[in-house]
């Protein structure tokens, strides 16, 4: 038996309810943006690679943080030391030793960016890929366009009731839908956010690089639903 209370989820002659869907969709500048840069070794015997490797890892990091704080994120991920083998007569002899570390970097600071990219990519063996641009989780970017998403939705729900003769009265309902949309930094960028750059030591002194930072978008969507006065029909 159903009650004079229950929920009438599609409203009543005498309280209608419209239900609309606000959007919205900004573009911002990135606040900040992560490189990856992968230092190599080899050698003839593992403990010369792992001493090489070691040496050029240290030489990285101390440059990056020299930097200071515009260096936000410092991280050491991979590491390898790998036999490279070669086949002798009927067996097979290790010929040399392959070693890899890969560092991950993420700056606020795009001039420093610009520079610090430079620096690294003109060691040897050294390779830096990126930068992937990118919000900061709290920016206040997105609480903008979940604004935004709200303000259209009043406002569309606003003129469909004024084409019907009525105003709306009281919000029933608001629905976020999750929908923004920036790139987050542990994603990998989709194509024509990254930029690769992968160079050996040969020049010295190399200027900086002069990068433009991408724009990044930000999208919100809510839907709402509200009651309205009786429609002059």
């Known amino acids: ?33 992560r490189i990856t840069i992968t230092v190599s070794a080899r050698g003839t015997d593992r403990r010369t690679a792992l001493d090489d ?20 994120k410092l991280e050491t991920g991979a590491f390898s030391i790998t036999p490279e083998l070669t086949r002798h007569g009927r067996g097979e002899r290790i010929r040399a030793y392959h070693g890899r570390v890969l560092i991950t970097a993420e700056l606020s600071d795009f001039t420093t960016l610009g520079e610090l990219t430079t620096r690294l990519a003109d060691l040897d063996l050294t390779r830096v890929d990126g930068p992937w641009w990118a919000l900061r989780p709290d920016s206040p970017a997105h609480g903008e366009a979940r604004k935004q998403a709200v303000h259209e939705a009043v406002q569309r729900a606003r003129e469909y009731a004024e084409a019907l003769g009525a105003r709306l009265t009281a919000l029933v309902e608001l ?21 690769t750059m992968a160079y050996g030591a040969e020049d010295a002194g190399a200027p900086a690089l002069d990068l433009e930072p991408q724009r990044q978008s930000v999208y919100a969507q809510v839907n709402a639903r509200f009651t309205m006065t009786p429609p002059q029909l």
């Open 1 to 33: 038996m159903t009650s004079d209370a229950t929920p009438q989820p599609y409203g009543t002659p005498e309280v209608p309810r419209v239900a609309v869907r606000g959007e919205a969709h900004i573009e911002v500048d990135p606040e900040i943006a």
């Open 53 to 72: 490797l070691t040496r050029r890892n240290t030489t990285v990091l101390d440059l990056i943080k020299s930097y200071g704080d515009p260096v936000e």
């Open 175 to 195: 629905a976020d839908l999750g929908a923004e949309n920036a790139t987050p930094l542990t994603m990998a960028a989709p194509a024509g956010m990254m930029r």
